[in-house]
Structure formats: structure tokens, C-alpha cells
């Protein structure tokens, strides 16, 4: 069965500072995305990463992948208050294609 | 980019009652449609699958008589809730897949928040 672990699930942090989402998946997988959640809103799509060594940086966020590991990071560069909100990464199950999702991280950045 | 709206955006409804949601791709045929339920401070959690023209698949716990699903063209897709009950207060988001058997990025749906009074 293909588990999906995130952590940490809380995460308060300084604006200016670094840090990293860790998803780890129990079995082998396609796709790996992260999205991020407002309160009260649906998903945002941030990546889609596909095979290992994939990297991805958009603005101050940058996820990479490392399928042998089965491990995939999210890391905040200089954060800034804007990146506050839940991160969410998802794990496409092979033998069905659905997603397989982690708990998610709620992700606080205090100016 | 593939986009994908919800209706309505937020509904009250009285016990007992049935809401119907639908959930639309507006500018690619979606194969496959997913319905999730997601509780306060829980992640997403998958109700049904459907593909166009047949029968949803539904999760194990979720009652495909309580929660009817109908895919009946490549760009709709509604969610029926019937008889409503306030534990069915949630918020609900669907995603379409424009790949056979959902192969392929789902790209989700603004969400409906549903409260059941």
C-alpha cells in the first residue's frame, strides 16, 4: 500500500529564514507534485516533478526529487510572509493513478 | 492552463435536504473526474473516481447512495448529497484528468463548502 508521510506537519518560521518540507513515499511512483492550500480555498498546483534528480524553483520555493530515496523536498528560501499556507505533496498510485496524499504542512511566517 | 470551476461556491442547506455540486472543465475534456472531501485542518481525502459515460468508482466508506455521482459528459461531472446530514458539512473539491483513467495531472476545482444546518 503506497503511504504518504510529510513532515513536519507544523512549521512556524521568521520571515528571512530557510527551511524544508520533507515527503517521503513508501513505494515506487510516476509523479510527484506539491500544492499549496489558502485557508479556505482549493489546491494550488506549485510542481509536478517526474523522474529523479528532477529539481523545480519557482520564486523563493524549490522542490526536488529523489526517487531512489523515495523522497521529495520543498525548500523555503528567505521566507517572506506570503508563503504562509498548507503544502501539500501527492504521490501518483500506479496501479490506479490516483493520488495518494500527505498530511500536509501548515506553513507559518511570522514578519 | 486547464481550468476547472465548481458550483456553487458555498451552499447552506437544511437536514435532510439533497445539494447537487457540479463540477466543470472549461477548457479541456476531462476523462476522469475526482471528488474529495477535505474536514478542517485534514487533508484531502478521494470519494469517488469517475469516467465519462460509466459508473463511479466509490472509496471504501463512502456511500454510493448517499453521494451520487454522474459524469455524464466530458466536461461535467455533479456530486449529489442526499439527505443531508450536518456531519456532511465539509468542504468538497473535485479535479479532472483530460488522460484515460486519470493518468496525468488533475487540475482541482475552486471547492464548494457545504454546511448543513
Known amino acids: 500500500e503506497l503511504k504518504v508521510e510529510q513532515n513536519p506537519l507544523f512549521l512556524s518560521m521568521q520571515e528571512g529564514k530557510n527551511y524544508t518540507i520533507y515527503c517521503n513515499y513508501s513505494?515506487?511512483?510516476?509523479?510527484l507534485y506539491w500544492y499549496r492550500q489558502d485557508p479556505g480555498k482549493s489546491l494550488e498546483s506549485l510542481f509536478v516533478l517526474l523522474s529523479n534528480g528532477a529539481v523545480k524553483q519557482e520564486g523563493r520555493l524549490m522542490a526536488s526529487l529523489d526517487t531512489k530515496a523515495r523522497l521529495s523536498t520543498l525548500h523555503i528560501t528567505a521566507a517572506v510572509h506570503d508563503l504562509s499556507a498548507t503544502y501539500f505533496c501527492?504521490?501518483?498510485?500506479?496501479?490506479?493513478?490516483?493520488?495518494?496524499w500527505g498530511a500536509g504542512t501548515k506553513l507559518i511566517i511570522k514578519p | 492552463g486547464a481550468v476547472v470551476s465548481q458550483h456553487p461556491s458555498w451552499v447552506i442547506c437544511k437536514s435532510g435536504t439533497s445539494v447537487k455540486i457540479e463540477c466543470r472543465s472549461l477548457?479541456?475534456?476531462?476523462?476522469?473526474m475526482f471528488w474529495y472531501r477535505q474536514f478542517p485542518k485534514q487533508s484531502l481525502m478521494l470519494m469517488a473516481t469517475?469516467?465519462?459515460?460509466?459508473?463511479?468508482?466509490?472509496e471504501q466508506g463512502v456511500e454510493k447512495d448517499k453521494f451520487l455521482i454522474n459524469h455524464a459528459s466530458l466536461t461535467l461531472s455533479t456530486l449529489t448529497v442526499t439527505s443531508a446530514h450536518p456531519e456532511d458539512s465539509s468542504f468538497y473539491i473535485c479535479s479532472a484528468s483530460g488522460e484515460a483513467g486519470g493518468l496525468g495531472e488533475q487540475y482541482f476545482g475552486p471547492g464548494t463548502r457545504l454546511t448543513v444546518t
Open positions: 501527492a504521490v501518483d498510485n500506479r496501479s490506479n493513478y490516483q493520488l495518494i
Open positions: 477548457d479541456f475534456q476531462a476523462t476522469t
Open positions: 469517475s469516467n465519462e459515460g460509466s459508473k463511479a468508482t466509490y
Open positions: 513505494t515506487t511512483s510516476d509523479r
